[in-house]
């Protein structure tokens, strides 16, 4: 039923190592977005897309990848993890312009990087 | 460049008694604009949105929004809260573009006292 899922929910990971988070809506959403929020403040993008096979970089890709293989799932990948990117992950999708800009997210990823 | 300030991080107040939380945007023109909830370890839940119109917006759950645009502001409220409303609630605004990329104020946390 839960339109916009996300995987894995929680994840410890390692410096150095490779971290891929996922995302699977059900929206039939052109457009999908990841997000990291840090305690006391708001949702910062760092990918987003238009639909299967673009990525476009937010406001702070900086250390991140993404990938869109098709309209249902989006991928957020950290090749070289560090522990500034200890964060909540947060996926969402929209169809800006058509249906309305507001966005539906998922339950989000807590990743912790040790 | 756009952006949302919401002045109060932290507002508590009793079961029962009305509420007000506010936020100011920054935009060059008419902004959509929303209110989100995020529930403790849930992702982020629309609560309403104003695209354009009655400058009075309603919401779920009895919140109601007001947009004023000589005042740049899109303050939240609700005329008596409950416990279950404590919740981390953000300001954030979208401008007229398809890449549908939001900008979140900081938050506001509501600690509702029973």
């Known amino acids: 039923e839960a339109a916009v899922t996300q995987s894995p929910r929680n994840k410890v990971a390692v410096t150095g190592g490779k971290v891929t988070l996922s995302c699977n809506q059900t929206n039939n959403h052109n457009n999908m977005y990841w997000y990291r929020q840090d305690t006391g403040h708001g949702l910062r993008l760092i990918h987003y897309s238009y639909g299967a096979g673009s990525t476009e970089k937010g406001d702070i890709p900086d250390g991140y990848k993404a990938s869109r293989p098709s309209q249902e799932n989006f991928s957020l990948i950290l090749e070289l993890a560090t522990p500034s990117q200890t964060s909540v992950y947060f996926c969402?999708?929209?169809?800006?312009?058509?249906?309305?800009?507001?966005?539906?997210f998922g339950p989000g990823t807590r990743l912790t990087v040790l | 460049a756009q952006s949302v300030t919401q002045p109060d991080a932290r507002v508590t107040v009793s079961e029962g008694a009305s509420l007000q939380l506010r936020c100011k945007y920054s935009?060059?023109?008419?902004?959509?604009l929303f209110w989100y909830v995020q529930y403790p370890r849930q992702g982020l839940q629309l609560l309403l949105k104003?695209?354009?119109?009655?400058?009075v917006v309603q919401g779920v759950n009895g919140f109601e929004a007001e947009f004023s645009k000589s005042n740049s502001s899109f303050h939240l409220r609700k005329a008596s809260v409950h416990w279950s409303d404590s919740a981390v609630y953000f300001c954030v605004l979208s401008p007229h573009t398809n890449t549908g990329k939001l900008t979140f104020g900081d938050g506001t946390v509501l600690t509702v006292k029973p």
């Open positions: 969402a999708s929209g169809e800006p312009g058509l249906g309305g800009y507001e966005q539906y």
């Open positions: 935009y060059s023109g008419t902004p959509y």
């Open positions: 104003y695209y354009s119109g009655d400058p």
